[in-house]
């Protein structure tokens, strides 16, 4: 995949885990400082460069219906 499209769902995923009802009712997660953005920073790059790694052919589209097809179950 490539880098652009890597990091782009790398941060949709972040933004969707962040939103999760379970986590904005963590009081801590809510709470935005150094550490936190650090390890948010963390796992979006992680994230990212294991999308990269995908085969040339998987696209945002492909990625975003099969996420959403799980997500309507």
Do not use: C, G, H, W
Not at 10 to 37: G, K, M, V, W
Not at 41 to 54: G, T
């Amino acid at each position: 995949m490539k880098k652009s499209s890597a990091d782009t769902l790398a941060l949709l995923f972040a933004r969707d885990i962040a939103r999760t009802p379970s986590s904005s009712n963590n009081s801590s997660a809510n709470e935005l400082n150094r550490y936190s953005a650090e390890a948010i920073a963390d796992f979006v790059e992680v994230l990212s460069k294991r999308f990269e790694a995908l085969d040339e052919t998987v696209n945002l589209p492909m990625v975003f219906n099969a996420y959403k097809s799980q997500s309507d179950r």
